[in-house]
């Protein structure tokens, strides 16, 4: 198997090897910004990552990948929402930072080798920004902050292919009377006295204590952590700009060498048609699924069911379909005896994931396979492979008490009924429910429960 993943940055598809002479391939992602719950759009660039992760550890050995995924705790989102809620920074972003793991861990993803965060490596931004004022990359701005000069950087662009004219308006900010050009961007912003005041750190030489710009973040950790050129950097298409663009600027003429030799995004999850929104109440965490029965596992397969390089409409269809799914794959796998027979069914999946990362392909193959093959001929190590391939745990289950035993007793009881051709029983039997708070759903194959909405 040799993974082939679109190139962000050539427009082509380009085999993933590791550069440097110790083997060891190294991968950074974007994390979260630790301020609120990640929702599932946010999941859905994680759990392509992982499959990423787990496609490599296949390939060339788990010992040879160095996976980084960073942590935000400091920027404009974090600060506001410790002011809002009158609680200190880092306790805001421990508070989110558990949750965010406990997430991870419900829907199976690999940790990863190095999860730093950006107020633990803030000696390394500022001498990044000092190396890049002595450049003359840099300069600092009257009110003590310290901006990158983009003039500097012919290349600015090259990712996504941005324009110039669309670069003056996109930068156009309220602060641009500090900079030189509107188009140059933060690497250090001076202190505010509007802000907590135990969010600010010693600036670089000459320049103001403040606190770091969200983009150099990235940058210095992945240079501490992984050396100056990366093997694959990669990140939902939202940070293609101006997040990644930057980073590539700072990073390459701070160090002198290409950062990322490969790029990779993935594209938005759409909910129900449309971009996700609270207002329009189709805004979901993991958490809020959960509550409503839905299994974690279910949302990882969910997350699975579209090409990462297309937009995936996630429905609550979609998410029943994944649960239907993950049944018939635990009723497959249990009814394999021992080891098996002939038929690996890895072989299949692995060849659609390692092109491009193809995730509907993978799983037709897989249900293909199944629906080819007794059980008895199926290799449990194959059906194994493939599983650990796509992330799927089939022994993880929703928690027993997101439905009251007394409701999940009352739907079957309905359920039973409707079977029966009794619509007068399986009416009250309903209209119970929906006293208790619940709604029941009828499907093809078979019913669920959701909180009634108030």
């Not at 506001?80 to 972003?93: C, D, F, V």
């Not at 799914?325 to 659609?352: E, F, K, N």
Request: proline share 6%; aromatic share 8%.
């Amino acid at each position: 198997m040799v993974l082939r993943l679109h190139d962000s940055l050539r427009r082509e598809t380009r085999e993933l090897r590791p550069s440097h002479p110790d083997g060891i391939f190294r991968f950074y992602n974007c994390g979260p910004t630790v301020y609120a719950p990640a929702h599932i759009g946010n999941f859905r660039t994680f759990v392509v990552n992982d499959v990423i992760r787990r496609l490599l550890e296949l390939e060339i050995g788990p010992g040879r990948v160095r996976h980084v995924r960073n942590l935000t705790d400091v920027d404009d989102r974090t600060i506001t929402q410790s002011r809002k809620e009158g609680r200190p920074l880092a306790e805001i972003t421990r508070h989110w930072t558990a949750i965010f793991h406990e997430d991870c861990a419900a829907l199976n993803l690999l940790p990863p080798h190095a999860e730093p965060t950006a107020t633990g490596y803030i000696r390394e931004q500022v001498n990044m920004i000092e190396v890049l004022m002595e450049k003359g990359h840099a300069y600092r701005a009257a009110d003590g902050s310290v901006y990158f000069r983009l003039a500097t950087f012919p290349d600015y662009g090259r990712l996504s292919r941005i324009q110039e004219r669309e670069l003056q308006v996109t930068n156009a900010v309220a602060d641009a009377d500090h900079k030189d050009s509107v188009s140059d961007f933060a690497l250090w912003k001076a202190y505010k006295p509007e802000e907590d005041g135990t969010v600010q750190w010693p600036g670089p030489r000459t320049a103001a204590a403040g606190r770091p710009g969200w983009h150099i973040e990235c940058s210095a950790m992945s240079k501490a952590l992984l050396g100056d050129t990366i093997d694959l950097h990669t990140g939902g298409v939202d940070l293609l700009f101006p997040h990644h663009e930057n980073e590539i600027a700072q990073s390459e003429c701070c160090n002198g060498v290409p950062f990322a030799r490969h790029w990779y995004h993935s594209e938005h999850l759409l909910v129900d048609g449309t971009t996700m929104s609270k207002s329009k109440g189709n805004y979901h965490t993991l958490r809020d699924l959960v509550a409503k029965g839905h299994e974690a596992m279910a949302v990882r397969y969910a997350l699975l069911m579209g090409h990462p390089r297309k937009q995936l409409n996630f429905t609550l269809d979609s998410l029943h379909a994944a649960a239907s799914a993950l049944r018939t794959l635990r009723a497959a796998r249990a009814a394999i005896p021992g080891a098996g027979g002939p038929v690996d069914v890895s072989a299949p999946v692995l060849a659609a994931l390692a092109d491009d990362l193809n995730f509907p392909g993978a799983l037709g193959a897989l249900f293909t396979a199944l629906k080819a093959s007794a059980p008895a001929e199926l290799n449990a190590a194959g059906f194994d492979r493939a599983l650990f391939a796509l992330g799927l745990d089939l022994s993880a289950r929703a928690p027993a008490a997101a439905i009251p035993p007394a409701v999940t007793a009352l739907a079957e009881r309905r359920w039973a009924a409707k079977q029966a051709r009794d619509f007068a029983a399986a009416d009250a039997l309903r209209a119970e429910l929906t006293a208790a708070g619940w709604a029941m759903l009828d499907r093809k194959d078979g019913w669920s429960l959701e909180p009634v909405r108030k």
